[in-house]
């Protein structure tokens, strides 16, 4: 029997830490996803968050440096890691270049303070009262 993991196409990922993300990563993170920013485990829970870092860049395909970088973030998005938000093909004095837009996306752990924040304030008179004058 198979059973399909989502995350795990990022397994062949697993360990990785390059310049190229915003931080160090934790693996395998929760359910496979990196965690950028390294993990706080003295709490009882690790609450995490989805975050998203957008990128923009012009990659001339003839510099062997451009090109790895170019290849290193679009392996991530046929593999569901990241996300390609627009590409255009340039072509100019012989060379090709690409301009590419994409969203590189990790889990963040939310500190244990900032929990405790969200969860008092779910409970404010203050943010119920503004509930209910919005909702009538």
Known sequence: MFRLLFSGQLLKYDGEQSKWHPGELTWPGYKGVPVVGGVNYSDDVAYVTL?????????????????????????????????????ELIKEDGKIKIYLEWVQRYLKQVPMSEVIKAELSEQSNALQASISWYSA
Request: glycine letters at 2%; hydrophobic letters at 35%; aromatic letters at 22%.
């Open 51 to 87: 975050v998203n870092y957008f990128q923009a860049k012009t990659f001339d395909l003839t510099d062997e440096k451009d090109k790895d970088h170019y290849c290193w973030v679009m392996d991530r998005v046929y593999n569901g890691w990241f996300l390609k938000i627009r590409d």
